[in-house]
């Protein structure tokens, strides 16, 4: 992995978990905390888009809209989780 890859993956995990920690209220997790739940968001929008057959092509807009719909998906399972 380079350092360019690793770089844009810090980037789109901050502003996927910034932006999914707006959205979902009660959750601040900091700047490393943005940047994982950004990342760990990705990956799983990532998945159900390609579970439900969605394709919104490619490009850093794109892929910040996938990791912020999986993290915002991540925020709601964890508070659910942590009413249960």
Do not use: C, P
Not at 5 to 34: D, Q, Y
Not at 57 to 70: H, K, S
């Amino acid at each position: 992995m380079s350092v360019e890859t690793l770089l844009i993956w810090i980037i789109v995990g901050a502003i996927a978990g910034w932006l999914a920690g707006l959205v979902v209220r009660g959750f601040g997790f900091g700047l490393v905390g943005n940047i994982i739940i950004g990342i760990i968001g990705a990956f799983l929008g990532g998945w159900l888009f390609a579970q439900f057959g969605i394709a919104i092509g490619v490009g850093i807009i794109n892929t910040i809209f996938t990791a912020f719909i999986g993290a915002v998906v991540l925020l709601l399972i964890v508070r659910v989780v942590k009413r249960a």
